[in-house]
C-alpha cells in the first residue's frame, strides 16, 4: 500500500535528514561482461537511497522520498530499503514505471545504462515535499541526478532548498555528475548553480574538471564561492573542506583494496553527513566519510552488507 509523503510526515518521530531522488531497479552482470553473461543479480540502486542506508547505519532517522512505479521492481526497492532501516516517503504510480540500471562491474571503473526516462520519479514537481512537511528535519539531501531526470523535477530541486531553508534545515547536494542524462553544457551550468546554492555541497574533484575545467580543489573554491560548506573529493588522494570564513581543511583517504567503486560516494556523503547530525569538527566528518566509502569500496553492491 502507498504512503504519500504528507501522511508519512504527519506521523512518528521527525526525520533527521530527508534524501530525495530516484531508486532504480538494478540488474549487475556476474562472472562476465552483460553482453556474455547468464547469471546476473538483482538490487537496489539509487544515491539518495545509498545516502539514506548509511545515515540509518551510523544511528540516524533518515527518509527517503520519491516516487515508484507500481511494479515488482518497486516492491524490491521498498523492502530492501525499509530491510535496512529506511523510513519511505514514496507515492506509487500506476502510470509510469520504476525506473531500471544496468551494470558491467569494474575495478578501475563500471560501465552503467540506465533506463528510466519517463519513470515514476522523474514526474516529481515542486510541491512533492513541502516546508510544513519538513519541519524538525534538520538536512534535506539530494544529488545532481535529481534534477537532470526532467524539468519538473529540476523545479522541484529548487524550491526544496527554499523550502528547506523555511523549515529550518540545512540543503545538502552531491553534484554527482551523470553524463548519459543531460548535456555537459546543460550539467555545467546548471550544477554550478545549484552546488553554489546550497549550504553543504559534495563534489569530485574530477567530475568538476570535467564540468568546470577546474583543476585543482583551489580551483572548485573559486568556481564556487558561495557554498557554505563545500567539500571537494579526491579519490584516493583525500579530500577537502572549504568552511566559509575558515581555513580548508584536508585528510588523506585510506588505503583501500578496491573491489568495485560504485556507491564510494554516496557512501562518503552519508559518513559525511552523519558526523555532522553528531556535531563532529571538519577533520572528523572527512574521516567519517573516508570510513564509510572505504566500506563501499570492498564490495560489488553500492551499499555494504548487512551484519
Same mark, same amino acid.
Given at each position: 500500500?502507498?504512503?504519500?509523503?504528507?501522511?508519512?510526515?504527519?506521523?512518528?518521530?521527525?526525520?533527521?535528514?530527508?534524501?530525495?531522488?530516484?531508486?532504480?531497479?538494478?540488474?549487475?552482470?556476474?562472472?562476465?561482461?552483460?553482453?556474455?553473461?547468464?547469471?546476473?543479480?538483482?538490487?537496489?540502486?539509487?544515491?539518495?537511497?545509498?545516502?539514506?542506508?548509511?545515515?540509518?547505519?551510523?544511528?540516524?532517522?533518515?527518509?527517503?522520498?520519491?516516487?515508484?512505479?507500481?511494479?515488482?521492481?518497486?516492491?524490491?526497492?521498498?523492502?530492501?530499503?525499509?530491510?535496512?532501516?529506511?523510513?519511505?516517503?514514496?507515492?506509487?504510480?500506476?502510470?509510469?514505471?520504476?525506473?531500471?540500471?544496468?551494470?558491467?562491474?569494474? /575495478?578501475?571503473?563500471?560501465? #552503467?545504462?540506465?533506463?528510466?526516462?519517463?519513470? %515514476?520519479?522523474?514526474?516529481? &514537481?515542486? $510541491? !512533492? @515535499?513541502?516546508?510544513?512537511?519538513?519541519?524538525?528535519?534538520?538536512?534535506?539531501?539530494?544529488?545532481?541526478?535529481?534534477?537532470?531526470?526532467?524539468?519538473?523535477?529540476?523545479?522541484?530541486?529548487?524550491?526544496?532548498?527554499?523550502?528547506?531553508?523555511?523549515?529550518?534545515?540545512?540543503?545538502?547536494?552531491?553534484?554527482?555528475?551523470?553524463?548519459?542524462?543531460?548535456?555537459?553544457?546543460?550539467?555545467?551550468?546548471?550544477?554550478?548553480?545549484?552546488?553554489?546554492?546550497?549550504?553543504?555541497?559534495?563534489?569530485?574533484?574530477?567530475?568538476?574538471?570535467?564540468?568546470?575545467?577546474?583543476?585543482?580543489?583551489?580551483?572548485?573554491?573559486?568556481?564556487?564561492?558561495?557554498?557554505?560548506?563545500?567539500?571537494?573529493?579526491?579519490?584516493?588522494?583525500?579530500?577537502?573542506?572549504?568552511?566559509?570564513?575558515?581555513?580548508?581543511?584536508? /585528510?588523506?583517504?585510506?588505503? #583501500?583494496?578496491?573491489?568495485?567503486?560504485?556507491? %564510494?560516494?554516496?557512501?562518503? &556523503?552519508? $559518513? !559525511? @553527513?552523519?558526523?555532522?547530525?553528531?556535531?563532529?569538527?571538519?577533520?572528523?566528518?572527512?574521516?567519517?566519510?573516508?570510513?564509510?566509502?572505504?566500506?563501499?569500496?570492498?564490495?560489488?553492491?553500492?551499499?555494504?552488507?548487512?551484519?
Amino acid at each position: 500500500m502507498s504512503t504519500s509523503p504528507a501522511a508519512s510526515a504527519a506521523s512518528g518521530t521527525p526525520a533527521e535528514i530527508i534524501c530525495v531522488g530516484e531508486s532504480m531497479g538494478l540488474i549487475t552482470a556476474i562472472g562476465a561482461p552483460l553482453a556474455e553473461t547468464e547469471t546476473a543479480s538483482v538490487g537496489v540502486a539509487g544515491a539518495e537511497g545509498n545516502v539514506a542506508v548509511g545515515l540509518v547505519s551510523a544511528g540516524h532517522r533518515a527518509v527517503w522520498a520519491s516516487r515508484l512505479g507500481d511494479d515488482p521492481l518497486a516492491a524490491r526497492i521498498r523492502a530492501e530499503l525499509e530491510r535496512r532501516g529506511v523510513k519511505l516517503w514514496a507515492e506509487t504510480d500506476a502510470d509510469a514505471p520504476t525506473g531500471v540500471m544496468f551494470k558491467d562491474p569494474g /575495478v578501475e571503473s563500471s560501465a #552503467v545504462y540506465y533506463y528510466r526516462r519517463g519513470s %515514476a520519479a522523474s514526474l516529481m &514537481a515542486p $510541491g !512533492f @515535499l513541502s516546508a510544513e512537511q519538513l519541519q524538525g528535519v534538520r538536512i534535506v539531501h539530494t544529488t545532481g541526478i535529481t534534477p537532470a531526470l526532467s524539468s519538473s523535477c529540476l523545479a522541484m530541486v529548487d524550491q526544496l532548498f527554499t523550502d528547506a531553508r523555511s523549515a529550518g534545515a540545512v540543503a545538502s547536494f552531491d553534484v554527482n555528475d551523470r553524463r548519459a542524462l543531460w548535456s555537459l553544457d546543460e550539467a555545467a551550468s546548471t550544477l554550478a548553480r545549484l552546488a553554489d546554492a546550497a549550504d553543504i555541497t559534495f563534489v569530485g574533484r574530477d567530475e568538476a574538471e570535467r564540468l568546470w575545467g577546474t583543476a585543482t580543489a583551489e580551483d572548485v573554491r573559486a568556481h564556487l564561492p558561495n557554498c557554505a560548506l563545500l567539500v571537494v573529493k579526491d579519490g584516493d588522494v583525500g579530500a577537502t573542506a572549504y568552511s566559509l570564513g575558515d581555513d580548508a581543511v584536508f /585528510v588523506p583517504a585510506p588505503r #583501500v583494496d578496491v573491489v568495485e567503486p560504485v556507491g %564510494a560516494g554516496d557512501a562518503f &556523503a552519508s $559518513g !559525511f @553527513l552523519a558526523a555532522t547530525l553528531d556535531g563532529a569538527g571538519l577533520a572528523e566528518r572527512l574521516s567519517a566519510g573516508h570510513a564509510a566509502a572505504a566500506r563501499v569500496l570492498t564490495t560489488h553492491g553500492d551499499l555494504p552488507p548487512l551484519d
